[in-house]
């Protein structure tokens, strides 16, 4: 599934499956990847991915219960009933993983379990993953590595992002200067100079992308549809000066980095807003989905020129996620960032589904090898440290 | 603090902080344990130990989240808030143990916690401790093991009890069969045969202690007193046959083990329940301490007979816990184990009030040297495993 082959003759191997399971709650994605036994990071390859979903009545439990909608007397034991069930699900994803590769469970070296986010209280000091790695640990048998966030928040950080330091040690590029713009809800760079030590990396969250685009597609077809598929009514459509002008007049873009943002600024309610007003002044639907996709791309590329630093000059920009699969938005971007060569992830190896999941191995190869696995310029955690808890597998000790 | 001195010249030591917070979330013990490097666990060494107690506000805060008295929209916030809290706490008493023997922290190899249990579910297969693992590793920068019930859990056993593991590697004998007998609110027993294998060792509760005697003490003095202080007024009484019968006609001391009971069963409530009903009849108060004081002994007695196996004689019995602390209680102890040696741990290296934290101490080492920790067989997992979860220290590998 990638172009990185490992060179023949090479040996000291370790396979690491990584888990991860977003806020939405709609499944684990499972990779399972070959690294070497090193710092470095590449030649890797991933070997298999999947994506399993969970069934609905588990999505709703996760819901519920991160809503704070299960009454105060029942909430710690369905907080430990879900540990415990998404810990089995979780052990099963990577027991899949692995067999569809054709790998037995006893040659793979480790599971890298990001969890499932129940509750982040950044004024606490506080996030909460479930998903009991001792569970995992129990039914593979294999060393599980999870908690990751909770090191970096108790060293002073925000326990995210953590996908930069994969980006950084997989993308990164000894003789070009590289961004990688994941395009999920949200909009999130990283910015990986030509030979660029941790602490060159800057990453941060652009502002909005899919979030806004995917609502106004939704409240316009009243939930009929729920993207711009191929993104075919962003190309019907015509960009509004007007309104692209005033999207881009915005407090959050012009902030400098650090930041972070969500879909409880650029979301549901904001793109429902906007579907009304464009229904209101009888305007074409078509024309407001083209208008947000220039907005996206104009959005990064104004953080590529105000944020990455002096002098900066991105040599490629790397594009993942869902609005990687977006034919107007890429061309919106290649528009937007003139001179900048513009590819998918998939073309380094790094298939964009596959991803997140892809990332967590890695964390999980670095903990069992007690190497450093996050950026602290990132996250802003005081120091350099190894995240992540582990529990050993059958076999007693770490490895 | 200990006869068990090393030997001169033993030089290949671990040093690992054991904490201990029991459920009545009073306070964290800390015990600072010097231990071989190896599957032996003697000589061992208490260097320190200090208990630190918790604030009332954070005492009643752990109670009402494990009482399911929180909202349910605060009930996450609030569990990820203490989880935080009692991190620092821990570390903070992991601090002051290592300080109050003049030894730096970097001179520690580990930190092994039990946690607050703030609930318990057999019917789940789950349980869940707090006092976040990762908090106590960046404070301390030491390696912190924690989880230690979870994956015994996994493994289909109760996650408890673990102390057993603790008396076997600590207190058996080569050459004595040995009962170990710790008598808090509820008596449990270990029995360690000579030279045992651990799955000769057998573990159960074997009936309430001091559970019911202070409670008696509470009501009859409307709450003044808290316990029969120096079994004064147990040695003042008299036994009175009849509810001495009746108390040991009790379908669960007749249980065969493994088996395991609590406060809910034995506790404040039949206290109650006695002391009316003695005051109703007009009997002296003292007299009910006593029979309640004979009706231990000779409960751990019929225990000791019937469930040790075939032909079982003990050597030496090793009591501790406060009841060791209670004359009365060790005098019907030797009335009714004639011609069984009584004494209590402390002549053994084991301060009565530290063995808790000492045991987590052990369980801690072993986590980090790979060497299981548990008895299966006192527990019911499958197998033998190693317990923990471990979060690298300061040094980013786990020693």
């Known amino acids: 599934m990638s172009t990185h082959e490992p060179p023949k003759g090479y040996l000291a191997l370790v396979l690491v499956i990584g888990l991860m399971s977003g806020t939405s709650a709609d499944g684990v994605d499972a990779a399972l990847v070959e690294w070497p036994e090193g710092e470095r990071a590449r030649p890797f390859r991933l070997v298999a991915f999947r994506e399993e979903p969970f069934p609905p009545e588990l999505q709703e439990r996760i819901h519920r219960l991160a809503a704070g909608r299960v009454p105060g007397a029942e909430a710690l034991r369905e907080l430990a009933s879900l540990d415990v069930l998404l810990g089995e699900r979780f052990a099963e994803a990577a027991a899949a993983v692995a067999r569809s590769a054709g790998i037995g469970l006893e040659r793979v070296d480790a599971v890298a379990s990001h969890g499932q986010t129940v509750g982040h209280y950044p004024e606490l000091r506080a996030t909460l993953q479930i998903g009991d790695p001792s ?45 990688v713009l994941n395009l999920g809800g949200i909009a999130n760079l990283t910015w990986i100079p030509r030979a660029a030590a941790p602490d060159d990396v800057i990453a941060f969250d652009v502002g909005p992308a899919n979030a806004l685009i995917d609502g106004v597609v939704r409240a316009q077809t009243h939930g009929r549809e729920h993207m711009d598929r191929e993104g075919r009514r962003a190309l019907r459509g015509k960009v509004d000066a007007g309104l692209l002008a005033r999207l881009l007049d915005d407090e959050y873009l012009r902030r400098a980095p650090p930041k972070s943002t969500g879909r409880e600024r650029y979301g549901l309610a904001e793109a429902e807003a906007l579907a009304e007003e464009w229904s209101r002044l009888g305007k074409a639907p078509d024309d407001l989905v083209a208008t947000l996709v220039t907005f996206t791309a104009e959005a990064v590329a104004a953080a590529c020129r105000d944020f990455l630093g002096q002098d900066a000059s991105i040599d490629r920009l790397l594009v993942g996620g869902g609005g990687a699969r977006n034919p107007a938005l890429l061309e919106a971007l290649r528009g937007a960032l003139a ?15 596959a991803a ?25 955690a005081r120091r350099s440290l190894v995240l992540g808890e582990m529990v050993p597998g059958a076999r007693g000790t770490r490895r």
Do not use: K
């Open 135 to 179: 569970v995992i640990a129990e039914r593979t048998g294999l060393t599980t590595v999870a908690d990751f966030r909770p090191r970096d928040v108790a060293a002073g950080g925000e326990g995210a992002p953590l996908a930069p330091f994969f980006h950084y040690a997989v993308l990164g590029d000894p003789g070009e200067s590289r961004a």
């Open 339 to 353: 001179g900048t060569r513009i590819e998918a992830f998939d073309q380094a190896g790094v298939p964009s589904q």
């Open 356 to 380: 997140e999941a892809m990332a967590f191995s890695l964390l999980g190869r670095n903990a069992l090898l007690g190497i450093p696995n996050h950026l602290p310029r990132c996250t802003g």
